[in-house]
Each structure stands twice: as structure tokens, then as C-alpha cells.
């Protein structure tokens, strides 16, 4: 069950990932992220309100209110990221923050077999590649990695959190519902203190053209799905699989680059996500 929750995961950060940094090259990345929250604190609510889940409060929540802070300062330095583009070699770096829940898992007690260890490297390495030799060249921005790796580093740290804020699928979802409120919080106050100093939430075109809210909802809502599925398959097994299997997302993203932007990807690339996949079965099988 871990390895289907945490592919799940990967599936829905994937999608996430390709709909946000497509839509950040026509809106500033912070309004996607508040109006996607936004979105997906609504509907998360109503689930809470239905499932009764705020009897599970506790002083786990607060788990998830860190998890709020960091979220929107990650998924806006992602978001940049993949609109300076090509998506196909910032989403493999942005996963690297798989590092941060595989250390905390090893360090908790977490022993993987050795094919899942191997599995583990593999899916690394395949990751890494995937970014493929165009860091060496212009079009890749020196802004879009160092914002990639900022990135990496926060989404790292809310898997980490948000497999500790919950125990219970109720209270899953009592916690997601608590990030994703303290994201609207953070992003929503930084988002004000932009237009204060001159900045605008929405382009004119924009304002003109309201059809992009149906792509900011499924931006916020495959978003905590994935958190979701993250949290149940590190709870089902060890973390350090769980964490690898869900970080395989830049795959899916690459892929989606490849089939609406056409973005091309190199030999290297190819093969990096190949090794991805073979990580996936080792770690599936291990």
C-alpha cells in the first residue's frame, strides 16, 4: 500500500506542478498560489465540517500549521522556477528535496532492505539526471536553479511535517485543512504587502478573461490530495520509501511538458527518468 499511495503522490504533484508553472507564465506566482489554496481550503472545509474531523485537534496541528508557513514560500520559488523554464530540467531538481524526509526517516529508526536501498539510489540518480546537461548552458537561468533548490528544500520539510500531524484519515484531513488555511494566511499577507508596494495580483488580461479558475482549483486541490497520500503511505510504511516513491513526480511533469509544450527532452534526460522507473520497482518490490 505504501508504494501505491506514495505513486499516487507523485502522479498528483506532477499534474500540481505542470498546471501551476503553466499558469505562472500568465499570473504572478502568488496569486496562484493564494487562489489555489483558497480553492482548496474551501472544499476541505466542507469535508472537515462533514467527516467531523476538528474533534481530532490536538497539539499535533501544529505540525501542520509549520507546514503552512513553509508551503507557500516553496511553491512560489517553484512556481517562478518553472515559468523561466524548461520545465523538463527544473521539476527533477525541485525533488531533491527528498533528501529531508529520507534523512529524518533514517534517523527515526527507518531500515530499508537492500533492494530498497538500491531502489532508493537508482531513483536518485534517475532524478538528478532527468535534469540532463543543460545546467551547463544558457537555458537554463542561474535564478531558476537557486530558486529550484529553495524550493526543494520546502517541500522536503512539509513532507516531513505532514506525515507527523495526523495519525487518522479524519484527522488527515483536519490537518491538511489547517496547512492550507495558514497557507491563504502566509501567502494572502505577502500577496497584500506586493499590491501595497505597487505590484498587481492579477494582470489586466486576466481580469478580462476569469476562465483560468477551473486550472486554479485543480492546481490546489491535486496539490492536498498529494499531501494526502503522502501522509497515508508514510504512515502504511517505511518513510524513506514512501519519500522516494512520491518524489518521482518531476516525471510526470516532464512528460506533460513534453506533450502540451513540446518541450524536448535530451538523451540524458530520457534516460534519467528511465532509471526513475527502475528505482520504482525496486522499491515497489523490495
Known amino acids: 500500500m505504501t508504494a501505491l499511495f506514495a505513486l499516487a503522490t507523485s502522479l498528483l504533484w506532477g499534474l500540481a506542478d505542470f498546471g501551476g508553472g503553466l499558469l505562472t507564465r500568465r499570473i504572478p506566482a502568488l496569486t496562484v498560489v493564494v487562489v489555489s489554496q483558497t480553492l482548496?481550503?474551501?472544499?476541505?472545509?466542507?469535508?472537515?465540517?462533514?467527516?467531523?474531523?476538528?474533534?481530532?485537534?490536538?497539539?499535533?496541528?501544529?505540525?501542520?500549521?509549520?507546514?503552512?508557513?513553509?508551503?507557500?514560500?516553496?511553491?512560489?520559488?517553484?512556481?517562478?522556477?518553472?515559468?523561466?523554464?524548461?520545465m523538463g530540467v527544473v521539476s527533477p531538481l525541485g525533488s531533491l528535496g527528498v533528501v529531508v524526509p529520507v534523512s529524518v526517516g533514517l534517523l527515526v529508526g527507518d531500515?530499508?532492505?537492500?533492494l530498497q536501498f538500491a531502489g532508493i539510489a537508482v531513483a536518485i540518480l534517475g532524478v538528478v539526471l532527468a535534469g540532463g546537461p543543460e545546467l551547463r548552458g544558457a537555458p537554463v537561468q542561474r535564478q531558476a536553479v537557486l530558486l529550484t533548490l529553495v524550493a526543494a528544500f520546502?517541500?522536503?520539510?512539509?513532507?516531513?511535517?505532514?506525515?507527523?500531524?495526523?495519525?487518522?484519515?479524519?484527522?488527515?484531513?483536519?490537518?491538511?485543512?489547517?496547512?492550507?488555511?495558514?497557507n491563504v494566511l502566509v501567502g494572502g499577507g505577502a500577496l497584500y504587502a506586493s499590491v501595497r508596494r505597487g505590484g498587481r495580483a492579477l494582470p489586466r488580461a486576466a481580469l478580462r478573461r476569469p476562465?483560468?479558475?477551473?486550472?486554479?482549483?485543480?492546481?490546489?486541490?491535486?496539490?492536498?490530495?498529494?499531501?494526502?497520500?503522502?501522509?497515508i503511505a508514510a504512515q502504511q510504511g517505511p518513510v524513506t520509501v514512501a519519500a522516494v516513491l512520491a518524489s518521482l513526480y518531476p516525471v510526470i511533469?516532464?512528460?506533460a511538458a513534453?506533450?502540451?509544450?513540446?518541450?524536448?527532452?535530451?538523451a540524458v534526460q530520457a534516460a534519467g527518468a528511465g532509471l526513475a522507473l527502475v528505482g520504482t520497482v525496486l522499491l515497489a518490490t523490495g
Open 40 to 86: 482548496a481550503v474551501l472544499v476541505l472545509g466542507t469535508i472537515v465540517l462533514a467527516t467531523g474531523a476538528w474533534t481530532e485537534a490536538g497539539p499535533q496541528l501544529w505540525y501542520a500549521v509549520g507546514a503552512g508557513v513553509v508551503g507557500p514560500a516553496a511553491m512560489l520559488a517553484f512556481y517562478k522556477a518553472l515559468a523561466l523554464g524548461p
Open 111 to 114: 531500515r530499508p532492505g537492500l
Open 154 to 182: 520546502g517541500f522536503g520539510s512539509v513532507m516531513t511535517l505532514i506525515a507527523e500531524a495526523s495519525t487518522t484519515v479524519t484527522g488527515l484531513f483536519l490537518a491538511l485543512f489547517v496547512q492550507r488555511v495558514t
Open 211 to 231: 476562465r483560468r479558475a477551473p486550472a486554479l482549483a485543480f492546481v490546489g486541490l491535486a496539490d492536498v490530495a498529494a499531501n494526502g497520500t503522502y501522509a
Open 253 to 255: 511533469t516532464a512528460l
Open 258 to 266: 513534453r506533450g502540451v509544450l513540446k518541450e524536448r527532452l535530451r
